[in-house]
């Protein structure tokens, strides 16, 4: 894969799947309370980013029928320029493999990469807990990807605990 001139190496956004996934509970603002186990599979979407020092975030690459306000990687950026306080922007190229709604994760995926890469690329120094705690506001499963390993998730995925899981095949359909 190329690198366009002027625009960062490529940074993964990985699938999950959800090996098992049981509802145990709902809270009061609607959410349900979950327990599952995620895991990443080699196969994703790949985002570019190339920094701008006007503040805007430009979406390179807009998804059909999605408008840039609406979408989770434009998100993902303004709210880390608004609970930062930088000032520093993005233009970002997604190439999207994962379907949206496929239950795979890919727009979950997609701003926690933000996110993570945001934070290097502007030199923001969060903690990948901090990191979490912004993309719980994103969605529940964009703390797994800002965790970035296997997981035992309970809550609303929001509680964490790293789990080593054997190597497997899958087939996805």
């Excluded at 002027?6 to 309370?33: I, S, T």
């Excluded at 979407?45 to 979408?71: H, K």
């Excluded at 930062?84 to 701003?111: F, M, N, Y």
């Amino acid at each position: 894969c190329t690198t366009p001139h002027g625009w960062e190496a490529p940074y993964p956004a990985p699938a999950k799947l959800n090996l098992f996934l049981h509802v145990v509970g709902r809270r009061a603002d609607g959410y349900h309370l979950l327990q599952t186990l995620f895991r990443f599979v080699d196969h994703g979407d790949t985002l570019y980013f190339s920094p701008r020092t006007d503040g805007a975030i430009v979406m390179e690459t807009p998804l059909p029928g999605v408008s840039p306000d609406d979408d989770l990687t434009v998100r993902a950026a303004r709210l880390l320029q608004r609970e930062t306080g930088c000032v520093q922007g993005a233009s970002i190229r997604l190439e999207k493999r994962l379907p949206l709604g496929g239950g795979l994760g890919g727009g979950s995926s997609d701003a926690a990469t933000v996110l993570l890469a945001l934070n290097h690329l502007w030199r923001l120094g969060l903690s990948r807990t901090r990191l979490q705690e912004i993309g719980l506001a994103l969605g529940a499963d964009v703390p797994v990807f800002v965790f970035g390993q296997s997981a035992f998730a309970e809550g609303v995925v929001e509680a964490l605990q790293a789990i080593d899981v054997p190597p497997a095949w899958y087939v996805v359909l």
